[in-house]
């Protein structure tokens, strides 16, 4: 699936005369500068110049796949396939610039500004984060991130392969911020974006904790889409703590999602209670008629025993 994007990206890039560059977030898959090192694959590290440069085992790496001999190019797409399905790290640039340029370009986004003159590292070389920031900047801001890129696609954290930027013209010569300004400066709407995808993140994490035998039966795409409805369910409902939202989402997933209509738990949740362990008692004390109103997720047919977990 990977490897066929790939491939048809260089061969696109090649007919056009432009490059094809492979971005891996060192973070997700660390120790991929060694790999290469070893495969003999050249990189440049976004972390140099930087005062992060110290870090290269999770830096973000830069490969020009046309630098890349093509006898190492089919390993080089079967390394990325490997890892993009285990970990938001990988995207792939189609872009005018030479190397050097675009990664002197992209380390001019390592941080950016946040209202009240504050700032912040942005990893936004993780595919979790990459769309939602692609999604939420102004034109302007869309332009000079994207300097020099036809198209941008990703693995998404679904698993999904999502083009985030297909720009027959794009801009080559972004405007320069004033004298001592980030190149990017969020308002608080997309802070506030990012924040939510992050949210997303801590809950699966902490659900993979808590039922990790059973997650591991559902497909990544369908339950990324199932826990962020789950969440938005719960921060609508005013549960804005992760151990709240984890003892909600259990129970959607226990049923999946049938729980949530019966009227007992619509009850319950017209005055949830604030403190973890008198919300965790009120979930498990609803009645097998709620934790068995829907077979779980990760099963075909409905469950014939309390749903309930130990």
């Not at 400066?185 to 809950?203: E, I, K």
């Amino acid at each position: 699936m990977v490897v066929d994007a790939l491939q048809r990206a260089l061969a696109s890039a090649t007919d056009d005369e432009r490059r094809l560059y492979l971005v891996i977030d060192g973070a997700q898959a660390e120790g991929s500068n060694t790999i290469l090192d070893r495969k003999g694959v050249r990189y440049l590290s976004l972390f140099d110049e930087t005062p992060e440069a110290s870090l290269p085992e999770i830096a973000p790496l830069l490969v020009s796949v046309h630098d890349v001999p093509p006898s190492l190019r089919p390993e080089l797409f079967d390394w990325a396939q490997d890892f993009a399905f285990g970990a938001p790290a990988i995207s792939w640039i189609t872009s005018e610039f030479e190397p050097q340029r675009l990664a002197d370009h992209l380390r001019r986004f390592h941080v950016v500004g946040l209202s009240e003159g504050q700032s912040m590292l942005l990893r936004w070389y993780d595919t979790r984060i990459l769309p939602i920031l692609l999604g939420c900047l102004t034109p302007a801001q869309h332009a000079a991130f994207a300097a020099g890129t036809f198209r941008w696609d990703a693995v998404d954290r679904s698993g999904a392969i999502v083009t985030l930027v297909d720009n027959p013209t794009p801009t080559a010569k972004p405007e320069m911020p004033r004298f001592g300004a980030r190149q990017l400066t969020l308002d608080d709407r997309q802070y506030a974006l990012l924040v939510d995808a992050s949210a997303l993140d801590g809950l699966l994490r902490q659900l993979r904790r808590v039922i990790p035998d059973e997650l591991k039966r559902v497909p990544q795409k369908q339950l990324t889409a199932f826990v962020n409805h789950c969440l938005e369910m719960a921060l609508a409902a005013g549960l804005n703590d992760l151990d709240r939202q984890t003892q909600f989402t259990v129970l959607g997933l226990y049923t999946s999602g049938r729980a949530y209509e019966q009227p007992e738990f619509k009850r319950f949740m017209a005055k949830p209670p604030e403190s973890l362990d008198d919300f965790y008692k009120g979930i498990q004390a609803l009645s097998d008629d709620v934790w068995n109103a829907g077979p779980p997720l990760w099963e075909s047919t409905p469950a014939t025993t309390t749903g309930k977990p130990a």
